[in-house]
């Protein structure tokens, strides 16, 4: 557990100071952006990143920005403009020296959405999936039947605080660029908070609800944590399966939806 707060600590450190060596400046060939979903509030970007280097993605609007890694891999990634309507600059930066990066490609795009919930129902980098993954499979048996969204909610939240248990040994082990995978969470029915945001926020998505994957602190636990947000009936509540998960294994009465008041958010997905 105790890894595991100082690696999440670590990448929100890294993602607030990134320095850069030059101005970002406006790529001549945009191909490695792809705007095709930004009517879903995603932008997809592919990159193929080079062995010996460390890439990373900006994504700026305004003053605030977001920081994700890229990794060896010719397939496209996507990620999530969650701050709004507006201009965001997307930049693709490449690893010089400490934290300092150098702009490779930089390029702005605006997003204009009727429905700012729109954003949370993608599949993104953290929160990755498709139809047929077995975790989406188990969403779409679950909530089968099931008439309204809180229903479904309920359903796949009972399933996950029930049959999932908290993987001390990856919170022990796990470095600083790991990503969720919703099915191995799912298949080995163990994890640590990130996974059980992640894999809730799926499934969740997968039944067109929107749910954001949370990170920041909680009076619950005293470590930097991973949460849900989940609209349900027009509102944002709060709900946590890594906390619930626990108090159900010991046999503790737990309630669906948390006091919002009992959480501070930093980072959302």
């Known amino acids: 557990m105790k890894k595991f707060y100082l690696m999440l600590l670590t990448m929100l450190i890294v993602v607030t100071s990134v320095q850069f060596t030059a101005a970002p400046t406006a790529s001549a060939d945009a191909s490695w952006l792809d705007t095709s979903k930004l009517s879903e509030g995603i932008i997809g970007i592919q990159y193929d990143v080079p062995k010996d280097k460390r890439i990373k993605v900006m994504i700026t609007k305004d003053s605030k920005s977001y920081t994700y890694n890229m990794f060896s891999s010719k397939q496209l990634e996507t990620f999530p403009l969650q701050q709004g309507n507006g201009a965001y600059k997307v930049s693709v930066l490449e690893n010089t020296t400490g934290n300092k990066y150098k702009s490779l490609y930089s390029e702005v795009v605006d997003l204009s959405l009727d ?101 920041g602190n909680t009076s619950y636990v005293t470590q930097y944590h991973a949460w849900n947000e989940v609209l349900l009936n027009g509102k944002w509540v709060t709900i946590d399966t890594t906390v619930d ?25």
């Open 245 to 269: 998960a626990g108090l159900v294994k010991g046999s503790k009465t737990v309630e669906l939806i948390k006091s919002a008041s009992k959480y501070s958010a930093a980072k959302f997905y």
């Open 115 to 215: 429905n700012a919930a729109a954003v949370y129902l993608s599949s993104v980098q953290n929160v990755k999936w498709s139809s047929s993954d077995k975790a989406i499979l188990k969403a779409k048996q679950l909530t089968q039947g099931k008439a309204t969204d809180e229903e479904k909610v309920k359903a796949i939240y009972n399933y996950i605080v029930t049959n999932v248990k908290y993987d001390y040994t990856l919170a022990n082990t796990v470095t600083t660029d790991y990503i969720p995978n919703i099915n191995n969470t799912l298949t080995n029915q163990k994890g640590i908070c990130y996974d059980y945001a992640s894999l809730f926020a799926a499934m969740l998505r997968s039944v067109d609800i929107p749910a954001k994957l949370v990170m």
